[in-house]
């Protein structure tokens, strides 16, 4: 496989994750970095997709799934991290599962200083929340990363965050 296309088909790996782990809700603040997962997700009969107003709705909607038998799963890019912060301890005291694919800013590349800040932070201020945290550099570490990133968070009841570096999504462009 060319590395194009690797590039171009972790977003259909994250997807088979989903789908092997029965997750039935997929919450997301619109996303390039996950577009093509998000459209994946809303093409599927057996997804319900739920567009957010801002992040921390994610966890609320993980709270509500996992109440109602479903298993649901959060599309961020890293800016939203810091709105997830305070939810998370919901998370945190009830036990119940989190798993969150993040799209990296502020890192490789970066064109917007804006996003630096928040990205350089989001692995430490997770793991302060008692997150497992996982990054993907590459297109192949992807399978592996997401298999146990689906087990900790449902089999184990635990937060889980999928870190995708900006490297693995590729150069961000600023257009007008």
Known sequence: MTAAAQIASWPDVLFDALKRADVRQVGYVPDAGHSRLIERCIAD????????????????LA?????????????????GVGNVINMLSLSRICRFPMLMFITMRGEWEEFNPWQVPMGSIVEPVLKACEAEVYRARKADEVPGIAERAVQQAYGDERIVAVLLSQELIGKKVWTK
């Open 63 to 79: 709270a509500g799934a996992w109440l109602g038998g479903q298993r649901c799963a959060l599309l961020m890019q890293s800016s």
């Open 45 to 60: 009969k057996d997804i319900r997709d739920v567009v957010l107003t801002t992040e921390e709705e994610g966890v609320a």
